[in-house]
């Protein structure tokens, strides 16, 4: 009935085109579905995972556009979230961020990892972590990143919280969370076997600004339910607990309830069942627009309305795999 741990996170950005080159381009994770914000159709939902969108994999992103607001970092928000890599290719990354002009900080440690923090170009505040855990998770052999070094989906979250007392409490009691340790004013949890993905670190940052929704911020982190049934016990406990949650609803790819934790975080639960390939095969991932069946009436409008993508480095990885071996590696090979 517990969480198996982190199921998505979401993300505002604002223009889509530059949210794909970063996450699909520099970060080189798959986008494994181009949607619709289901609550506002007039803007994209995209989401990157590893090569199938495995629960525990995804961030997804709301892409406001290039005039929307900033969003602000602070209390009741996820204000930060990592990123899970072999903890030998953190070389690479930190390459491959200077090659791509990306601010990032200098490589640290925290509890049994290694964290180099960075900005994504709407500015918000990702981790990418090194940890043996990675090793274990599958790898996207078919995207910008070679497989070896490719993200392995989310490590962990971190809540910033104005006090965190009754939010651990929530973890701990309702949601299958234990303690894992604590370290420089946070306090870390972990459910299931803990380490990548099943991770979250709260810090409390009391007197500190909310947090505030906008380009750059996190919308919203859900956690991983085995099926609905677990989904629906646990919203039972929620509401025992006087925790207000939303009715199960329909995401087309998972099934989710949303509600505030004490601190004001929005939580979701999410179901790992029906996945991405519910409604295209998994090799055509992410390629074409897709819509549930009540927005699909007004495709033709929607197509119209929304900005024209094209994926990142797509004429470039084309020209990778169309040019011939040029003879003197042959000759070695
Ligand atoms: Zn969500």
Do not use: C
Not at 24 to 31: D, E, F
Not at 309 to 326: D, K, Q, V, W
Request: proline residues 6%; hydrophobic residues 40%.
């Amino acid at each position: 009935m517990s969480t198996l741990g982190i199921h998505h996170v979401t993300a505002i950005s604002g223009d889509p085109q530059r949210t794909l080159d970063f996450w699909g381009g520099v970060l080189g994770m798959r986008l494994v579905k181009r949607t619709v914000n289901f609550d506002d159709p007039g803007t994209y939902h995209f989401y990157f995972g590893d090569g199938l969108g495995r629960p525990g994999t995804i961030v997804t992103f709301f892409p406001w556009g290039r005039e929307a607001r900033a969003g602000r970092q602070g209390a009741g928000q996820v204000a930060v979230f990592s990123l899970s890599v072999p903890p030998a290719s953190m070389g690479f990354w930190i390459q491959r961020l200077i090659a791509n002009n990306v601010a990032h900080s200098a490589l640290a440690r925290r509890f049994d990892e290694q964290v180099l923090a960075l900005r994504d170009p709407d500015g918000l505040a990702v981790e990418l972590v090194g940890h043996e855990g990675a090793l274990a998770r599958p790898a996207w052999e078919g995207g910008l990143v070679a497989g070896e070094h490719s993200v392995r989906g989310v490590h962990g979250v971190t809540l910033w919280e104005e006090d965190g007392a009754e939010t651990v409490r929530l973890l701990e009691e309702t949601l299958g969370f234990r303690s894992a340790g604590e370290e420089g004013g946070v306090r870390r949890l972990e459910t299931g076997e803990g380490g990548p993905g099943a991770t979250v670190d709260v810090r409390a940052v009391p007197g500190f600004w909310r947090g505030k929704d906008g380009a750059g911020a996190v919308h919203h982190v859900a956690w991983r339910m085995h099926d609905d049934e677990a989904e629906l016990a646990l919203r039972e406990r929620l509401a025992a607990r006087g925790v207000h949650a939303t009715e199960q609803l329909d995401r087309q790819y998972f099934r989710s309830v949303y509600f505030r934790e004490p601190g004001g975080v929005l939580f979701e639960l999410a179901t790992d069942a029906p996945g991405f390939t519910y409604d295209e095969p998994a090799e055509a991932l992410g390629e074409s627009l897709k819509l549930p069946p009540w927005l699909e009436a007004d495709r033709a409008r929607l197509e119209r309305a929304l900005p024209e993508i094209h994926m990142p480095g797509a004429g470039l990885r084309e020209a990778l795999l169309s040019s011939p071996i040029p003879d003197e590696t042959r000759d070695h090979t």
